[in-house]
């Protein structure tokens, strides 16, 4: 079955420090993966999103995440975080050949920032 | 574009009373309907998710039920909540190629 493991539950990083949130996945096959970032008492908004092609994906807020197969990994990276980044932030796996199938979601990972 | 409305936002209800989490999406047709609740620390729990109108698939036996009476309303009910029934209950609706989006969520408290 179709996993997602984010290692770390909780991390603070320092204002203007670089960022890195690690996600591992158990996938059958070369999967659709997501990042998503929740702010307290909000809903989920997505980051980026992997598809196929370029390893590396840019997504929204200066976020970035590259895939690498031999690792099954997708990690998050932001070179510089702003105090607004702290959040809740979620990796997600999706299947390829079907749309219908929901989401596997990683347990988050907690964002602190401090000055 | 597409948006899609939650609520209520904020509920606080005796243990043994009923609920109803109502969401509707716009913007868009027979989307793929998804709820999911979330308990401190333990990360979304998907409950039910929805290909069309009456087409329930439920993920956890629980306490819960859902509907779908229209191709952009998803509702989430019980009849007599329970204690562990309490958490952040997000809707969220999907595109082909498995993207979510979601709503602002409904804090549910049950005393």
């Known amino acids: 079955a179709q996993s997602v493991t984010q290692p770390d539950i909780h991390i603070t990083v320092s204002e203007g420090a670089s960022l890195e949130l690690r996600c591992n996945y158990s996938?059958?096959?070369?999967?659709?993966l997501f990042w998503y970032v929740q702010s307290p008492g909000q809903g989920l908004q997505l980051l980026l999103k992997?598809?196929?092609?370029?390893?590396l994906v840019q997504g929204i807020k200066g976020f970035e995440a590259e895939f690498k197969r031999s690792q099954s990994s997708f990690n998050l990276r932001k070179p510089s975080v702003h105090w607004s980044d702290a959040a809740e932030y979620f990796c997600?796996?999706?299947?390829?050949?079907?749309?219908?199938?929901?989401?596997?979601f990683g347990k988050g990972t907690r964002l602190s920032v401090i000055a | 574009s597409q948006t899609i409305h939650q609520w209520p936002a904020t509920l606080v209800q005796p243990v043994g009373s009923p609920l109803s989490l109502e969401c509707t999406v716009e913007?868009?047709?027979?989307?793929?309907l998804y709820w999911y609740r979330q308990a401190a620390g333990r990360g979304l729990q998907l409950l039910f998710y929805?290909?069309?109108?009456?087409?329930i698939s439920s993920e956890v036996p629980q306490n819960l039920s859902a509907s779908r009476p229209q191709d952009r309303q998803f509702i989430l009910s019980s009849k007599k909540l329970l204690l562990s029934d309490s958490g952040f209950y997000l809707c969220?609706?999907?595109?082909?190629?498995?993207?979510?989006?979601f709503g602002e969520g409904s804090r549910l408290t049950v005393l």
């Open positions: 969220a609706w999907g595109v082909n190629t498995g993207e979510l989006f």
């Open positions: 996938y059958g096959a070369t999967p659709y």
């Open positions: 913007g868009t047709s027979n989307p793929n």
């Open positions: 997600a796996v999706g299947p390829t050949n079907s749309g219908n199938t929901p989401l596997v």
């Open positions: 929805s290909v069309g109108i009456g087409q």
């Open positions: 992997y598809f196929s092609g370029d390893t």
